[in-house]
């Protein structure tokens, strides 16, 4: 469509066939491979029913608010403050990055005022030889921070049509700039001399991240510099490959360490062990290939997939990685970041590679291992989860983990380091804005199957407006009703996940039939119409090694859950461990760090029967459709529980965790006794992945 009025407009100026052949020409040499299911523009999906409520409660909470009061968000020096916490200065472009999606998503007008205010100020303030920020010298001016600051400007132009252009002309004028200074040997990309800004090397390992707005900018508004925003995106991975930084060598079967010890030989660079560059690096050849199209790309990410689904996924989703990955010890855990990251890099990689198993993927993370970090308010958060959690409080080592303190399983401000406080609001908004697909022959897909509405208009010129409601509990049930609007006939799909069982229909009678990518094809009407969708499932359990297990219901992860008690005190700081000023907390008190233990008496060393599982309903349940509570993520909220034959053994601590189940011997204490199982994300004390042991059905 862009080709067309170019060449209109050469033509109404009398130019020759040539120039417009040489138009055509460079638009063909320059284009991109389009994805398989391409997402909607931001604002196209709104949230409804209980992911309404979760967007509303991190509105109201912690994200919603930082800009008020966090240093390093609400002093950013990106808005003419004072403070960044370290010289990379992506601390507010993090923020941005996150908040934006939330403000057009949910609609909400005092945060869509939060991230105009500091759009408006950064393009207020661009410097006149197009940087983009505060920084004034090569030593300190670093592109990595850029790339998070440019992923937020192409949703706000996408969702803001009075600010398209603008943005749009200051992130050409930067383009323009940054490819000047990567042909003077990756400058800003790789430290040189006295440079500061990123002398660990954590933008070396996120060079592809620079490729989506880049790739944005170039197939929307190309403005004849398509041959710079190549070369600029070319240059960046150039760059990363001069450093060491190469994710095609790491995603082999031959490269990727199966598990990671101080001992493990390693000949590669730190940066691919890092759980949220993984989390990122993810992209990175997917990346590449729209550029190229280069078949291998393609098959690499699958690779990938693969790789980290047998090493180093969690039971909730999840990289298990503090700072570097390990193994696959529970009690290891995860940085919550790696979460909020996994969720966008699956929600990619399945726009372009389908693979059911990578959508519930998305899901699997989106509904356990990311909410289980956050509190069901909204304003504490961990820094590390484990999967093998029975307190969460200040541990007495932090022997357990790599480059993590030991307050890191506290749920609060910053119990660590501050990324994960200004990057984890992306996750939901980002979610929400990926659930909803065009697909290649002109329809719609609903890919995450959470309660949200989409309008867009379909087919080559957009004229078949359509508007779908997906009304569901899902997770929490496992009904969809859809509502649908349309202007002329359109196809529909449904994902269906692969733990749904053959008992699952259409309408209430029609088996479903997916596709490689498990889609479920709907031929649509035009005008109003309606279909449902009955997902069947059964408590299923996932097998570990030494004996052990795990045990999920639908797309939730289910955990023991333990009964506790909180202690709450003001916020420190991550570095000194001391009280944060006031001025950097939450003036009416709801920043504080918690501390969470069990009640006295509280069993949480079991070992369980997977061949024994009841599933409890409450009257909360319905048919799947009903209302649930509010906060959902909270203990005793999900309206489905299971009950889990047990028996109490003798399970050793180890640096003030449990130890890694099935490298002890388990000996049971006592009779067998029913135990209560929620889903993982409402219990914030847990036990996911257990010994197996026989017991008597009595």
């Given at each position: 469509?862009?080709?067309?009025?170019v060449s209109v407009?050469?033509?109404?100026?009398g130019?020759s066939q040539d120039v417009?052949?040489?138009?055509s020409?460079d638009?063909?040499?320059?284009?991109?491979?389009?994805?398989?299911?391409?997402p909607?523009?931001?604002g196209?999906?709104?949230?409804l029913?209980?992911?309404?409520?979760?967007?509303?409660?991190?509105?109201?909470?912690?994200g919603g608010n930082?800009?008020d009061?966090?240093?390093?968000?609400?002093?950013?020096?990106y808005?003419?403050g004072?403070?960044?916490?370290s010289?990379?200065?992506?601390?507010s472009?993090?923020?941005?990055?996150g908040?934006?999606?939330?403000?057009?998503?949910?609609?909400?007008?005092?945060?869509r005022?939060?991230?105009q205010?500091?759009?408006d100020?950064?393009?207020d303030?661009q410097?006149?030889?197009?940087w983009?920020?505060?920084?004034?010298?090569?030593?300190?001016?670093?592109?990595?921070?850029?790339?998070?600051l440019l992923?937020g400007?192409?949703q706000?132009?996408?969702?803001?049509p009075?600010?398209?252009?603008?943005?749009?002309?200051?992130?050409?004028r930067?383009?323009v700039?940054?490819?000047?200074?990567?042909?003077?040997?990756?400058?800003?990309?790789?430290?040189?001399?006295n440079?500061?800004?990123?002398t660990a090397?954590?933008g070396?390992?996120r060079t592809?991240?620079?490729h989506?707005?880049?790739q944005?900018l170039l197939?929307?508004?190309?403005?004849?510099?398509?041959?710079?925003?190549?070369?600029?995106?070319q240059m960046?991975i150039?760059?990363?490959?001069?450093w060491?930084a190469?994710?095609?060598t790491f995603?082999?079967e031959?490269?990727y360490?199966?598990?990671?010890?101080?001992?493990?030989?390693y000949?590669?660079?730190?940066?691919?062990i890092?759980?949220?560059?993984m989390?990122e690096g993810?992209r990175?050849p997917l990346s590449l290939?729209?550029?190229?199209?280069?078949s291998?790309?393609?098959?690499?990410?699958?690779?990938?997939?693969?790789?980290?689904a047998?090493?180093?996924?969690?039971l909730?989703?999840?990289?298990?990685?503090?700072?570097?990955?390990?193994?696959?010890?529970?009690s290891?855990?995860?940085?919550?970041?790696?979460?909020a990251e996994v969720?966008?890099?699956?929600?990619y990689?399945?726009?372009?590679l389908g693979?059911?198993d990578?959508?519930?993927?998305?899901e699997?993370t989106a509904?356990?291992?990311?909410p289980v970090?956050v509190?069901p308010?909204?304003?504490?958060?961990q820094?590390?989860?484990q999967e093998?959690?029975?307190?969460?409080?200040?541990?007495?080592?932090?022997?357990?983990w790599w480059?993590v303190n030991?307050?890191?399983n506290?749920?609060?401000?910053?119990?660590n380091y501050?990324?994960?406080?200004?990057?984890?609001p992306q996750?939901?908004p980002?979610f929400?804005?990926?659930?909803?697909v065009?697909?290649?022959?002109?329809g719609?897909a609903?890919?995450?199957l959470?309660?949200s509405s989409?309008?867009?208009g379909?087919?080559?010129?957009?004229?078949?407006?359509?508007?779908?409601?997906?009304?569901?509990?899902?997770p929490?049930g496992?009904?969809?009703?859809?509502?649908?609007?349309?202007?002329?006939s359109?196809?529909?799909?449904?994902?269906?996940?692969?733990?749904?069982?053959?008992?699952?229909?259409i309408?209430g009678q029609?088996?479903?039939s997916?596709?490689d990518?498990?889609?479920q094809k709907?031929?649509?009407?035009a005008g109003?119409?309606?279909?449902?969708?009955?997902?069947?499932a059964?408590?299923?359990v996932?097998?570990?090694?030494?004996n052990?297990?795990?045990?999920y219901?639908?797309p939730?992860?289910?955990?023991?859950?333990?009964?506790?008690?909180i202690?709450?005190?003001?916020?420190?700081?991550?570095?000194?461990?001391?009280?944060?000023?006031?001025?950097t907390?939450?003036p009416?008190g709801?920043?504080?760090?918690?501390?969470?233990?069990?009640?006295?008496g509280?069993i949480w060393n079991?070992?369980?029967d997977?061949?024994?599982?009841?599933?409890?309903k409450?009257n909360?349940?319905?048919?799947?459709?009903?209302?649930?509570?509010?906060?959902i993520?909270d203990?005793g909220?999900p309206?489905?529980?299971?009950?889990v034959?047990?028996?109490?053994?003798?399970?050793?601590?180890?640096?003030?965790?449990?130890?890694?189940p099935?490298?002890?011997e388990?000996t049971?204490?006592?009779?067998p006794?029913?135990?209560?199982?929620v889903?993982?994300?409402?219990?914030?004390l847990?036990m996911?992945?257990?010994?197996?042991?026989g017991?008597d059905?009595?």
């Amino acid at each position: 469509m862009m080709l067309s009025r170019v060449s209109v407009a050469l033509a109404a100026l009398g130019l020759s066939q040539d120039v417009l052949s040489a138009a055509s020409s460079d638009n063909n040499k320059y284009s991109l491979v389009q994805p398989l299911y391409k997402p909607l523009d931001l604002g196209s999906i709104k949230p409804l029913g209980w992911f309404k409520d979760q967007l509303q409660l991190e509105a109201d909470g912690l994200g919603g608010n930082l800009f008020d009061f966090y240093r390093f968000v609400h002093d950013s020096r990106y808005i003419g403050g004072s403070t960044e916490y370290s010289a990379l200065d992506e601390a507010s472009p993090y923020w941005f990055n996150g908040l934006v999606p939330l403000a057009f998503g949910l609609g909400d007008e005092r945060i869509r005022s939060q991230v105009q205010y500091y759009l408006d100020y950064v393009l207020d303030h661009q410097q006149e030889d197009g940087w983009l920020g505060f920084e004034t010298t090569q030593a300190s001016r670093g592109l990595w921070a850029r790339c998070l600051l440019l992923l937020g400007m192409i949703q706000y132009a996408e969702a803001d049509p009075m600010r398209t252009e603008r943005i749009v002309d200051a992130m050409h004028r930067y383009t323009v700039l940054a490819h000047s200074m990567l042909k003077n040997n990756y400058t800003g990309l790789l430290v040189h001399g006295n440079d500061t800004f990123d002398t660990a090397g954590f933008g070396v390992g996120r060079t592809h991240e620079m490729h989506i707005p880049m790739q944005w900018l170039l197939e929307r508004y190309p403005r004849n510099n398509s041959e710079i925003l190549w070369e600029t995106m070319q240059m960046m991975i150039d760059g990363g490959v001069v450093w060491g930084a190469d994710w095609r060598t790491f995603w082999t079967e031959e490269n990727y360490p199966k598990i990671y010890y101080e001992t493990t030989p390693y000949n590669l660079s730190w940066v691919f062990i890092h759980g949220v560059n993984m989390a990122e690096g993810l992209r990175y050849p997917l990346s590449l290939y729209r550029n190229t199209n280069d078949s291998s790309l393609k098959s690499q990410s699958r690779l990938a997939v693969d790789l980290l689904a047998k090493y180093h996924r969690s039971l909730a989703g999840t990289i298990i990685a503090d700072e570097y990955i390990s193994d696959l010890n529970p009690s290891r855990g995860a940085e919550l970041c790696i979460a909020a990251e996994v969720m966008f890099s699956s929600a990619y990689l399945y726009q372009y590679l389908g693979g059911n198993d990578v959508a519930d993927w998305a899901e699997q993370t989106a509904f356990n291992a990311f909410p289980v970090s956050v509190t069901p308010d909204w304003w504490s958060h961990q820094y590390v989860q484990q999967e093998n959690q029975p307190w969460s409080r200040n541990l007495s080592t932090n022997d357990l983990w790599w480059d993590v303190n030991s307050y890191a399983n506290v749920f609060g401000l910053e119990p660590n380091y501050p990324c994960c406080t200004v990057n984890h609001p992306q996750a939901y908004p980002k979610f929400l804005a990926n659930s909803f697909v065009s697909t290649e022959d002109g329809g719609l897909a609903h890919v995450f199957l959470i309660p949200s509405s989409a309008s867009t208009g379909l087919g080559p010129d957009g004229s078949n407006i359509v508007l779908i409601n997906a009304n569901t509990t899902y997770p929490f049930g496992h009904n969809i009703t859809y509502s649908i609007s349309a202007t002329v006939s359109f196809t529909f799909y449904v994902r269906i996940p692969e733990w749904a069982e053959k008992a699952s229909t259409i309408n209430g009678q029609i088996p479903v039939s997916p596709n490689d990518s498990g889609l479920q094809k709907v031929d649509v009407p035009a005008g109003k119409s309606s279909l449902s969708v009955e997902l069947a499932a059964s408590p299923r359990v996932t097998h570990r090694a030494n004996n052990t297990a795990a045990i999920y219901y639908g797309p939730l992860l289910y955990a023991l859950a333990i009964e506790h008690d909180i202690t709450s005190h003001e916020p420190i700081n991550y570095r000194s461990q001391q009280p944060l000023p006031a001025n950097t907390t939450d003036p009416l008190g709801r920043t504080q760090d918690f501390q969470l233990t069990p009640k006295n008496g509280t069993i949480w060393n079991i070992a369980i029967d997977p061949q024994q599982i009841e599933i409890v309903k409450t009257n909360k349940s319905n048919s799947g459709l009903g209302e649930l509570d509010n906060p959902i993520w909270d203990l005793g909220a999900p309206p489905v529980e299971l009950r889990v034959k047990a028996v109490e053994i003798d399970w050793p601590v180890v640096r003030d965790s449990p130890a890694d189940p099935g490298t002890f011997e388990v000996t049971r204490k006592g009779e067998p006794f029913w135990t209560r199982f929620v889903p993982y994300g409402s219990s914030k004390l847990h036990m996911a992945l257990l010994p197996v042991m026989g017991l008597d059905d009595a």
